[in-house]
Structures are given as structure tokens and as C-alpha cells.
């Protein structure tokens, strides 16, 4: 009995704790303008979206960690030349689907503002059929990426905008080209 009691009040100091530092998780998702830069590509930024969850851990009154797990997808349109550099046929549109792993610093300018930037992890989870037809896996697997942006905090909503870079090369061809993914994104995400 000693033991449960005090294994109790353990549990309910934690969640008090966490409580009175505003630790949340919660979901979120948005619209991801996307574009790959390099030569290949048309140089504009096309609609796609994103889904995930996130979880906001404090490290003091104004700076918290917060880690997501994002289901990502990049539409991105070729340029003319595509196919006859790289010998493809039939690729116009595509779609590059990531799980994305951001890894925010939080920064509260006040209750309802807070400044994020930090690293951003990638993962290919889907190649594009038409890469596969043409024997080849055009991107690259894994991808790295800076990213920063703003969060407007109402209750349990966060509105939030962001710029993600690649740092990463995703030319998996032949190194013709130097392909890094920019997204601009803007979503709604839910405490719970």
C-alpha cells in the first residue's frame, strides 16, 4: 500500500508539474508550398500539404523544445529539359513524399508569440512510379534541413508559419545537379 501511495503522488507531482509548465503534445497539419530548386526544375512553388503531431516540452519560462513527427508532400513540376538530361520518360509532376522529424527551439516573445528555428530530418518514404518505370531512384533517402518561422498561441491553438531549406543534395543520378527542397508552410495545430 506504502508503495502505491507513493507511487501515486510521484505520478501526480509529474503531471502537476508538467501542467504548470505548459507541456502539451497535440496534432497539426497545413499547406506546404514546395518547390526543388536546380535547373531541372520550374522555379516555382506549388500546394501540398502536411500532418503530424508535435510535443512542446518547457526548459524555462520562455524557451521550450518542440520535437514533431510530419508526414510531408512536396509537388514540384519539371522543367523541359528534365528528360533529355537525364533520359526519363514521362515525368512532368512530382510528388515527393517525407517524414520529416523538426527539432524546434521555442522562443516566447509573449503569451501569444513565439519564434521557432532548428534542424529538420528527413526520410523519402515514397518514390514516384514513374522514377521506378525508368530503373532509377532519383532522390535521395535521407535529407537535411534548417527551418524557422513564427507560432501564435490562443488557448489551445497554434497558428503557425514557417521557411524549411534543404541543406542536402537529393540528386541521386549522377550529381548533374544540385537539388535541395525549400518549403514555405502554414498550418493549424491542437493541443490535447
Do not use: H
Request: with cysteine.
Amino acid at each position: 500500500m506504502k508503495t502505491k501511495s507513493l507511487l501515486f503522488a510521484a505520478c501526480l507531482f509529474f503531471f502537476t508539474a508538467s501542467y504548470a509548465q505548459k507541456f502539451a503534445i497535440g496534432i497539426k497539419g497545413g499547406a506546404n508550398l514546395g518547390k526543388i530548386s536546380g535547373m531541372s526544375f520550374k522555379d516555382e512553388y506549388k500546394l501540398g500539404y502536411q500532418v503530424g503531431g508535435f510535443a512542446t516540452i518547457p526548459l524555462g519560462e520562455r524557451i521550450a523544445i518542440q520535437p514533431e513527427v510530419l508526414f510531408n508532400q512536396t509537388n514540384v513540376d519539371t522543367s523541359s529539359s528534365f528528360s533529355d538530361i537525364y533520359n526519363f520518360k514521362n515525368i512532368s509532376n512530382i510528388e515527393l513524399k517525407q517524414l520529416t522529424i523538426p527539432i524546434l527551439l521555442n522562443v516566447n516573445i509573449n503569451k501569444y508569440l513565439t519564434l521557432q528555428a532548428g534542424p529538420q530530418f528527413g526520410v523519402a518514404i515514397d518514390q514516384n512510379k514513374n522514377w521506378l518505370d525508368n530503373g532509377k531512384e532519383a532522390f535521395k533517402t535521407g535529407d537535411f534541413a534548417v527551418t524557422g518561422g513564427l507560432q501564435v498561441n490562443l488557448l489551445k491553438f497554434r497558428l503557425y508559419g514557417r521557411f524549411t531549406g534543404g541543406m542536402t543534395n537529393l540528386d541521386n543520378i549522377g550529381n548533374k545537379e544540385n537539388w535541395k527542397v525549400q518549403n514555405i508552410s502554414v498550418g493549424l495545430g491542437i493541443a490535447l
